[in-house]
């Protein structure tokens, strides 16, 4: 019995979940059209559900909550209250107080939440027609919703069931690993010639059955982009109404899908991209209309596909990025010399650099702590890219390039000195040998490529490889934004499987590689991280 | 009964290995296995201490040479060099790590009136990083205190998530 009310629990407390942000959703939408009838019902009918299913599963406290929302919505119903910020906002901290106390139902645990008494309180005076302002709840601490939520968003969009996440993990894992030993099973049969052709053969039956199990179980993990999307539409409510700014949320492409890792890892870079816009880059009204632009900001976040890339735009129609006063800042850091001259693109780049954001540009907003620097780390760790581009008094758009899935990714292996090294196949353009002439020992160089000048790295020398430089070095050319750059190495090794492995904790995270592989061997390569190596270069060389 | 439980539970039992010619121990309760080490895959940028990474059945293992850490001579590889794998927690961290041993010795039982706090100076491994000094037949046994040496403004200072110091 014990375990059928477990898996009762469990079902409503995922069910409720989607209530919930559901109910946020539609609340920030009547905002914008108090006079939507079809909102309130929805509003409704959610706040109804869990109520009935708290009740019987035996959360009071649940029950007592949803109870009072219920008798203000029929209020609203029966148009005896007003929508107002004042109501909305009461409303929201309600589902804020929902949540948590979803997460003690998770523990059986139906004691009251912290704060409950005055939410409650306040439900009933506006039920009771009293139309007094709640205060606004400070946007720090709005809640941010687990990883489960968006799971359960997931997969209340289709039909289905769900899955563990750490299965569904193991088992990508697995299928890569599987992938790794199949290559190393393939090359010793190979190397037994023609004896086992027969079994070489079957091997490789296997092996595209193989493949095409591996690709639907990333499928599976494939997700839509919309509920982390949309969730985005509170923090704009919330913060814009602190701030005193008027900002309309546009988003596009969010029935768009991408591994559910990236869409979770992708989630609070973008919610600090966000706050970012709203604090640094959208005007107050007076300012914008004085400009003469729509008194209304608007803040586009959008997702489309591009080169086998997820890519995510957030959009701003504000002020846009102040190159006189980046580059004041970074004098002031230290971080440009006093008499350096940078070009406009190597300006807005300064304000991903560590150290820049600074105690006073880190407001309680948008600040928490982290500057873009943290998010283009984190993106980096989800080997992606963001740009900047920004136009003075028309916006800025800030552009993140993202791969559709993390788990196994077709890498390419080099050589330099004695030790491989794997990179990503995706960043890699082209392969030739390095062209001769070239100083076989500087850590870097150029060289002409069909009339275009290519900065390359000698990855032993920057790296510290043991063992004899090759006397004709290969230069793989890779891509990173719009700058093309070699990696000049000792020999090419061909395609290998990436079944990306952290170094452990001890190590943590090292610069310039973005995590280890096993190679078909049995041993390790690292995998370098193509965008860091370049961007350290490129400050060595600006230093 | 309670009697037997308490002295049982007071005598601990560490493993011996070489480190640098030094016997140092470790306390077997976070010895998870003992593997053979032929080569590890260096990993640049990191301390000297870190010797690389290896593949303990799929998973990634960073291996330490804590000779190359204390400043002693760096740990030759021959037919006795073994990897103690160790899963502990290091900064308040689960972590799981190779520590390279020149040499596996014994299994020591030692009560706590065996272990006596390290002299001031004089220990190949700074006192303050270790949890005693205890005797065996051969010698002078430093028993390392493992969190100590590779937590915070230990050993491994510099690595982590933090940015190559100096690099701009």
Known sequence: LDFDRAAVVELFLAEAGESLDAMEQCLVALERRPEDAELVAELFRNAHTIKGNAASLGFAAIAEVTHVLEDLLDRRRRHAAEVTQGFVTLLLEAVDLLRQLLGKAARDDDSQAPGQEAVVAALRRAAAGDQARWPAASPADVPVPSMDDLAAAATAAGRGFRVGLDKLDRLVALGGEIAIARSRIASLLEALGERATHVLEAHRDAERLDREMQELVMRTRMVPLGPSFRQHARTVRDVALALGKEVRLVIEGDDLEADLAVVERLRDPLTHMVRNALDHGVELPEVRRARGKDKVATITLRAYYAGGRLVVELADDGAGLDRDRILARARERGLVGAAQSLSEREIYELIFRAGFSTADSVTGLSGRGIGMDVVRRNIAALRGTVEIASRKGEGTVLTIHLPLTLAVVPGFLVAAGDERYVLPLENVVECLDLPPGQSATAAAGVVDLRGEAVPYLRVGRVLGAAGEAAARESLVVVEHGDLLAGLAVDALLGEAPIVMKPMGSLLGEVRGFSGSTVLGDGQVALILDVATLIRDARTEAAA | ?168
Do not use: W, Y
Not at chain 2, 128 to 137: H, P, T
């Open chain 2, 1 to 168: 009964m309670t009697e037997t439980r308490a002295a049982e539970t007071a005598v601990r039992r560490f493993l011996t290995f070489r480190v640098g010619g030094e016997s140092c121990a470790v306390d077997l309760a976070h010895i998870r296995e003992i593997v053979r080490f032929e080569s590890a895959t260096r990993v640049p940028r990191v301390p000297d201490c870190v010797r690389g990474v290896v593949n303990l059945r799929g998973n990634i293992v960073p291996v330490i040479d804590l000779a190359a850490g204390l400043g002693l001579a760096e740990t030759r590889v021959t037919s006795l060099t073994c990897l103690l794998v160790v899963e502990m927690p290091v900064a308040g961290e689960a972590s799981v790590f190779g520590v390279l041993a020149g040499a596996v010795d014994q299994v020591l039982e030692l009560g706590p009136d065996d272990v006596e706090p390290p002299p001031p100076f004089g220990t190949p491994v700074p006192a303050a990083q270790l949890a005693g000094m205890a005797r065996s037949k051969d010698g002078f046994v430093f028993l390392l205190d493992l969190d100590r040496l590779l937590g915070d403004g230990g050993l491994l200072q510099g690595t982590a998530a933090a940015p190559v110091a100096g690099r701009s």
